[in-house]
């Protein structure tokens, strides 16, 4: 199984601010993705981020207000650009590690006043 | 699209007794994986079973196992000896076989809310 670390693992921001998010695996892994849960949620994806290329974002999500970098094998961030209270979720990380198995971070849990 | 569906929002049980929570899906797809995860207030997301649909057989996993019901579209998961540290948040998910672009995706349930009561 694969190790997933994030930060914050927590954090209270202010409206109009953003806040970057950092995923680090402890392999190589081609595909991770971004989930966010809403209180009381179930998962809903946010992007899928492979490296060397583009993010790839499910609808209702843009990379506006959610950007993605991925700049190696091992390591992602996503950003929540000018946040507002109905961004108050858990955002986590997640792995495809081998066929049919992948493991989530950790996750941050994100409050904005 | 997929989808999947747990009706049962909340469930609990008697500690050392046996609980089985309920998922059903919808796809068109003929092969497919499905799992089952354990969130506790921790809010980490535990892999605890996961099922090939290719696989006639049940999986098991120590006191957690599957009855999964391909042509009904099923998948309910069995805890045996439940014990205090089962209770959790289970989501049911569901995952596309196919390498192609865009299908790698989880598509989650809306979960079943687990408590052992002592």
């Known amino acids: 199984s694969a190790v997933i670390s994030q930060k914050p693992s927590r954090d209270i921001c202010q409206r109009g601010t953003s806040l970057t998010i950092q995923c680090q695996v402890d392999?190589?892994?081609?595909?991770m993705f971004w989930y966010r849960q809403q209180p009381g949620q179930s998962l809903t994806l946010i992007a899928t981020a492979n490296q060397g290329s583009e993010a790839t974002y499910e609808s209702g999500f843009v990379i506006d207000k959610f950007p993605i970098s991925r700049p190696n094998l091992t390591f992602s961030t996503l950003t929540v650009s000018n946040m507002s209270p109905e961004d108050s979720s858990i955002y986590l990380c997640?792995?495809?590690?081998?066929?049919?198995?992948?493991?989530f971070g950790p996750g941050t849990r994100l409050t904005v006043l | 699209a997929q989808t999947v569906t747990q009706s049962q929002p909340e469930m609990s049980v008697q500690e050392a007794e046996t609980v089985t929570l309920s998922c059903t899906y919808d796809?068109?797809?003929?092969?497919?994986?499905l799992f089952w995860y354990k969130q506790p207030p921790s809010r980490q997301m535990i892999l605890v079973i996961r099922q090939e649909a290719y696989k006639q057989q049940n999986a098991t996993e120590n006191r957690f196992s599957v009855n999964f019901q391909k042509a009904a579209k099923s998948f309910s998961l069995k805890i045996s000896d439940s014990q205090l540290g089962d209770a959790a948040m289970y989501f049911c998910a569901y995952r596309s076989v196919l390498s192609n672009f865009g299908n790698e995706k989880l598509t989650f349930g809306t979960g079943t809310r687990l408590t052992i009561i002592p």
């Open positions: 997640s792995v495809y590690y081998s066929p049919g198995e992948q493991f």
């Open positions: 392999s190589q892994v081609t595909m």
């Open positions: 796809t068109s797809e003929s092969d497919y994986y």
